[in-house]
């Protein structure tokens, strides 16, 4: 581990000292405290050693992911103890409830458009991400995002930008400026250089559509069986500081469509026989794409689900995989 994080963990240890400490000196006889001291203790004294994260069990090393979230871990995922396993277990199966509760209603219909989901976490949790929020003026605004990393830490900040978000809406930002906002507050926040590939766009009802797109596979808009890509308008969410965005505007007609996926449909590998062989790629869902005119938003999704599950055969894809539509029908 770099010197860097094992000063922050020292750091976060020094505090949880400081609040134990207080604390016994107005329950001196509190067990649970003694006990919790202890492990504070042993932790720093690893340190100082060049011993901490290191499985005690084992002697291999702990998850780092692991020791940012509680720098109490000692035991690598493998070593843990039945008990240990099934609590784990637990808070993962509330942690994914949390994430479902997340998600908007699917197949809506506002102000003229249409909006279809799909959302499938290759695990019990998933660092992707999707919304539709209708706002006071009759325009929608739809996201989709895509965390770094996997496993829980992924899912807790997954959670977090989506408050973010829902907050940052509130002020009646334009979206670029929302992003920006977005952006900072998302790398201040992180302590785990973690960022988010991201959409937000705005649907209005009159056809118009502002979308900004922080490092994420370009949306694909389908107009008339034909199919273009809506390029980047600037970095992934809470890589930098600094970062500016960039606003794309289009006008889509009665029966266009949007569609926004996460790189978990694209960039699935098949295997068979022990053989991997290429991803299902863009190109393949251009091709589906051009198919599907004019039709609902739940069955563009169901056509390409369908060919997604063809291609893969046997195979179960290793990332979480979403796509969003949004398509104009009035
Ligand atoms: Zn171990």
């Not at 219909?109 to 003026?137: C, E, M, R």
Request: net charge negative.
């Amino acid at each position: 581990m770099e010197s860097l994080q094992v000063n922050s963990l020292r750091d976060q240890l020094n505090v949880r000292k400081e609040r134990l400490n207080n604390a016994l000196d107005q329950r001196p006889d509190d067990s649970n405290l003694v006990g919790l001291l202890k492990q504070v203790d042993n932790a720093l004294n690893k340190i100082d050693h060049g011993t901490y994260g290191i499985c005690e069990v084992c002697h291999d090393a702990v998850e780092e992911e692991r020791l940012f979230i509680d720098p109490l871990v000692s035991v690598c995922l493998g070593c843990l103890d039945d008990a240990q396993r099934h609590a784990l277990e637990s808070d993962l199966e509330f942690a994914a409830k949390i994430q479902r509760n997340l998600l908007p209603k699917n197949n809506q219909s506002i102000s003229g458009w249409d909006f279809g989901y799909h959302y499938n976490p290759a695990g019990p949790v998933s660092g992707d991400f999707t919304d539709i929020i209708p706002l006071n003026d009759d325009s929608v605004i739809f996201i989709i995002g895509d965390v770094s990393g996997k496993g829980i830490s992924a899912s807790l900040m997954m959670s977090h930008l989506h408050g973010l978000i829902h907050s940052l809406l509130s002020f009646g930002l334009p979206l670029n400026e929302i992003m920006k906002k977005a952006s900072r507050l998302f790398n201040e926040s992180t302590i785990y250089s973690n960022y988010a590939t991201m959409v937000i766009g705005k649907a209005y009802p009159d056809g118009i559509v502002e979308i900004a797109v922080a490092g994420h596979n370009p949306p694909l808009l389908v107009s008339n069986g034909s199919v273009q890509r809506i390029q980047a308008t600037g970095m992934p969410v809470g890589l930098f500081a600094d970062a500016e965005y960039g606003v794309n505007k289009f006008f889509l007609k009665k029966d266009d469509a949007i569609l926004l996926y996460t790189d978990g449909l694209t960039e699935s590998i098949k295997e068979s026989g022990g053989i991997r062989s290429g991803e299902y790629g863009e190109q393949r869902v251009v091709e589906q794409l051009a198919k599907v005119n004019g039709t609902a938003p739940k069955f563009i999704i169901d056509e390409l689900m369908k060919d997604h599950k063809t291609w893969l055969k046997d195979s179960r894809p290793a990332d979480d995989v979403t796509v969003l539509v949004v398509k104009r029908t009035a």
